[in-house]
């Protein structure tokens, strides 16, 4: 292929490689080992994200390189259009790295780009549409609904439960595989080979306890309900199930989970509440920060590094729960 200047590059996306040789393609005097390092640095989901917003900008008319005044254009235009402070900081985000990856100067880092994204962040309202929490009362309200009897009631009912207790994301909870499961007397530790907050690769887990033999609902149990009647011997733990009954040989993907909570939550009456799998996520941090958890405790299981951003995952049902002016006598 006839390699062009910097200067004269066509406007064709990088990114539509079927993987991640697009962006390190400018590796040249790297030996293999070193290439395959450079390639390991980047997630299949980001390489997929950073496409999607190339290729948005793109059909609004902009090139690849860029210059400032373009880039500045395009976050204003794009604002117009209503998109979201965070979402136009991640256009950029992506923008800024392809041309790091084309071993070109940022456009994205000079003073026109940043001032256009600090005017839009100050005059938007930055407070983002949080997905509300599904507390542990909604979550008993939705398992109520699924039929056991099915293999789809017995899988929904395991993921549901897991994405609860574990403060599991969507991708995460796909990707789990018999074999990241250790099982323990007092319950299961779950080894996350990589998240949306780790992506080096650096091992994480989730431990999440066996409930009383009395508890209405134990995630433990449901998994275990789950992978004896499936007959799942290793690989993926979720997966699809076909009109005859027959497992998929591949995980569930994340659109398909956000699928079968919003069947469940229309069965159990609550798809008005505006619920989404992240719902359990927000909803276990909640629920054990109000029962008097400790932030180390919750963050144990969330993965949250971040404090600033674990606080933003309480919710509290309304303005009067766990007030902190609720003290109305002189006595201690």
């Excluded at 392809?98 to 962040?121: D, E, Q």
């Excluded at 018999?178 to 949306?196: C, V």
Aim: hydrophobic share 35%.
């Amino acid at each position: 292929m006839k390699r062009t200047s910097p200067r004269h590059q066509t406007t064709d996306n990088p990114y539509t490689a079927s993987d991640k040789k697009s962006i390190t393609g400018h590796s040249e005097g790297l030996t293999s080992e070193a290439r395959r390092l450079l390639a390991e640095s980047v997630s299949p989901n980001t390489v997929r994200a950073m496409r999607a917003d190339l290729r948005i900008y793109h059909q609004a008319g902009g090139q690849l390189p860029a210059t400032e005044t373009q880039i500045a254009n395009y976050l204003s235009s794009q604002n117009a259009l209503g998109k979201k402070p965070a979402t136009l900081s991640r256009y950029a985000n992506s923008l800024h790295m392809w041309h790091r990856y084309m071993n070109l100067p940022s456009p994205v880092k000079t003073m026109a780009v940043r001032s256009v994204l600090r005017g839009i962040n100050k005059t938007r309202d930055r407070r983002q549409a949080s997905a509300p929490a599904l507390r542990l009362r909604e979550l008993h309200t939705l398992l109520d609904a699924l039929d056991r009897h099915s293999l789809h009631g017995l899988r929904d009912s395991a993921l549901f439960a897991l994405c609860f207790y574990g403060a599991f994301r969507r991708s995460e909870i796909v990707a789990m595989e018999l074999d990241d499961i250790e099982w323990r007397p007092q319950g299961i530790t779950i080894t996350l080979h990589q998240s949306k907050t780790n992506k080096g690769g650096r091992i994480e887990t989730k431990s999440i306890m066996r409930a009383p033999s009395d508890t209405r609902y134990c995630a433990v149990t449901l998994l275990e309900e789950w992978l004896r009647a499936s007959g799942i011997q290793g690989k993926a733990v979720f997966r699809g199930i076909n009109i005859k009954g027959d497992l998929h040989s591949d995980g569930l993907s994340a659109h398909t989970v956000y699928l079968r909570m919003k069947q469940g939550l229309e069965k159990a009456g609550l798809l008005e509440k505006g619920y989404s799998p992240h719902s359990f996520r927000a909803g276990f941090i909640t629920e054990a920060h109000l029962r008097g958890k400790s932030d180390i405790q919750i963050k144990r299981i969330s993965g949250h590094r971040s404090q600033e951003t674990f606080e933003r995952y309480i919710r509290i049902a309304d303005d009067f729960e766990d007030s902190a002016g609720d003290f109305f006598s002189l006595d201690k």
